[in-house]
């Protein structure tokens, strides 16, 4: 089964992507934390691309492209995967079809704007595993340290006011489109994203289990 999760930053599609992983079994593919580890690694892909992520814009397709390809020769292999970032506009769900990727379903999380600017001020994340936090609504076992790994979490760069509003006028101007794309295939799930993480997912495993 490959899924895709789609909503504004901050919406839940990371956290909901590693509970479905973990629930379905099949695994999830951020290409946010993807881009993140090539930043911190200095890597040629990660200088470029921190260009356009520091300023809440998206990395150009071409970039987007080669990673896409190098983990979809992974997902291939196994059960299928959930998608998580990936396609971020109608160019690159088109390069999805293209590539022969089959989606069962892209899942919608809706949360609104003002909720969203609230809820990216808690966030956090661990810069050495990828794992993310948030201080009230899923805070680590111990203050500022990752439960996973132990390392002290920090908050992304991406996340300061000015670049959330930034990246919730991309997003509705560049990733939005996409719902319509998925609607007019058949594959869209729309679910209201405000309520808990585990009512969240209760809702979208309902939801799947009709695709099924
Ligand atoms: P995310 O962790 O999914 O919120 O992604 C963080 C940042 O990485 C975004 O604001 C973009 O700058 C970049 N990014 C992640 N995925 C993509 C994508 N599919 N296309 C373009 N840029 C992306």
Same mark, same amino acid.
């Given at each position: 089964m490959?899924?895709i999760?789609l909503?504004?930053p901050?919406?839940?599609?990371?956290t909901?992507?590693a509970?479905?992983?973990?629930?379905?079994?099949?695994?999830?593919?951020?290409t946010?934390? $993807?881009?993140?580890?090539?930043?911190? @690694?200095?890597t040629? +892909?990660?200088l470029e %691309?921190?260009?356009y992520m520091?300023? =809440?814009l998206?990395?150009?397709?071409?970039t987007?492209?080669?990673?896409?390809?190098?983990?979809?020769?992974?997902c291939?292999?196994?059960?299928g995967?959930i998608?998580d970032?990936v396609?971020?506009n $109608?160019a690159?769900?088109?390069m999805? @079809?293209?590539?022969? +990727?089959?989606?069962? %379903?892209?899942?919608l999380?809706?949360v =609104?704007?003002?909720?969203i600017?609230d809820?990216m001020?808690g966030?956090r994340?661990?810069?050495?595993?990828?794992?993310?936090?948030?201080?009230?609504a899923?805070?680590?076992k111990?203050?500022?340290?990752?439960?996973?790994?132990?390392?002290?979490l920090?908050i992304?760069?991406?996340?300061r006011p000015e670049t959330?509003?930034?990246?919730?006028?991309?997003?509705?101007?560049e990733?939005?489109?996409?719902?319509?794309?998925?609607?007019?295939?058949?594959?869209?799930i729309s679910?209201?994203g405000?309520?808990?993480?585990?009512?969240?997912?209760?809702?979208?495993?309902?939801?799947l289990?009709?695709v099924?």
């Amino acid at each position: 089964m490959t899924l895709i999760m789609l909503g504004p930053p901050g919406a839940g599609k990371g956290t909901q992507a590693a509970v479905l992983s973990e629930k379905l079994g099949i695994i999830s593919v951020s290409t946010g934390h $993807i881009l993140r580890t090539a930043v911190k @690694e200095q890597t040629p +892909v990660g200088l470029e %691309a921190k260009k356009y992520m520091d300023q =809440g814009l998206l990395v150009p397709d071409e970039t987007i492209i080669d990673i896409v390809k190098d983990f979809l020769a992974g997902c291939g292999a196994g059960k299928g995967c959930i998608l998580d970032g990936v396609p971020r506009n $109608i160019a690159q769900a088109e390069m999805l @079809e293209r590539l022969g +990727v089959t989606i069962d %379903a892209a899942i919608l999380l809706n949360v =609104g704007d003002k909720e969203i600017e609230d809820r990216m001020s808690g966030r956090r994340f661990c810069p050495k595993c990828g794992a993310g936090y948030h201080v009230k609504a899923l805070p680590p076992k111990i203050e500022g340290i990752c439960d996973v790994c132990g390392e002290g979490l920090a908050i992304r760069e991406d996340d300061r006011p000015e670049t959330v509003r930034r990246r919730l006028e991309v997003y509705h101007r560049e990733t939005e489109p996409i719902i319509g794309f998925y609607a007019s295939r058949g594959k869209l799930i729309s679910i209201d994203g405000t309520a808990s993480i585990e009512e969240t997912t209760e809702k979208v495993v309902k939801a799947l289990e009709m695709v099924q």
